[in-house]
């Protein structure tokens, strides 16, 4: 499949004609962002965010929670679900972090290439292209286009990627496909769209502002509900 990158400005353009340029939550310091990213692995925001602000409330600085017993974490972080793999994640990736770094800081990276920033961000056991991505993308400032499920089901339906392409890959793809420059605004848009229109079982084909770009309009059954 040879997606040509004009389809995907369209696209982009169309998405900032519906929905505006979207506005996220004020950027976290990197470290933050990790965790945070970590918390939010198959959960939802509100969990994630609940569990995030568990931890702060709790403890008073990351030292702390590296140093915290195992089962203290977990309990803290149960409402963001899977804590029990979170939790030594966490811990984990703390405990890293100070050995090589001497610090609880990720500021260094923002001095490094893209390119080593998320080599050295996915050696971190259950840290994946998405969770390197997000805090690329959203902390640090670095061109890097994070793929959710929504991203991932959307690229598929507009044949932005290969119906096949692995989620892994499709980070790099969709990557080269998006200008750096519209990563952030499309990024964010696209899991809006995913969200409220083109959900997993009922898409509302017939509200979606990219109905007449979406090869797979026409066999998706289309429903009014706004919601999955």
Known sequence: MNTPPERALVIHQRLLDHYGYPEW???????DELICTILSQN????????????????????????????????????????????????QNALRTIANERGNLSLNFLKTWPPERVHAWLTKFPGVGPKTAAIVMCFSLGMPAFPVDTHIYR???RLGLRP?????????????????????????????????????????ACNR?????????????????SPHD
């Open 154 to 156: 959307i690229s598929g």
């Open 208 to 224: 979606c502002p990219l109905r007449d770009l979406c090869p797979s309009a026409n066999q998706l059954k289309e429903k009014e």
């Open 25 to 31: 939550r004020d950027p976290l310091p990197p470290l």
């Open 43 to 90: 959960t939802n925001d509100t969990n994630r965010d609940k569990a995030f602000d568990a931890l702060k409330a709790r403890y008073p600085s990351w030292e702390a929670v590296r140093d915290a017993p195992e089962d203290e974490i977990i309990a803290t972080i149960r409402i963001a679900g899977l804590a029990k793999q979170k939790g030594p994640r966490i």
């Open 163 to 203: 119906a096949k392409m692995s989620i892994e890959k499709t980070h790099q793809h969709l990557a080269a496909l998006f200008p750096p420059e519209t990563y952030y605004a499309a990024h964010l848009n696209l899991i809006r769209l995913g969200r409220e229109i083109c959900t997993a079982r009922r898409p």
